[in-house]
């Protein structure tokens, strides 16, 4: 899923991913332009998945 794809769709994404990892929040969950290392970096905190493994997530939801 490339940038453009998840800002296109982040809403819809942000409700599933807080549908699976109950404990994250909407500060967690703050995308914007030029975040992506630092929101990769939260839902890696909280969720104790590689960069690659929350990429890889997001794209199948």
Same mark, same amino acid.
Request: charged residues 45%; hydrophobic residues 30%; negative net charge.
């Given at each position: ?7 296109? +769709? ?14 994250? +929040? ?36």
């Amino acid at each position: 899923m490339t940038k453009l794809e998840i800002k296109g +769709t982040w809403n819809e994404t942000k409700g599933k991913l807080k549908q699976k990892y109950a404990d994250l +929040t909407d500060d967690d969950l703050l995308f914007e332009e030029g975040k992506e290392d630092e929101l990769l970096g939260r839902l890696q905190k909280k969720t104790g998945q590689t960069k690659e493994e929350i990429r890889d997530a997001i794209s199948k939801l």
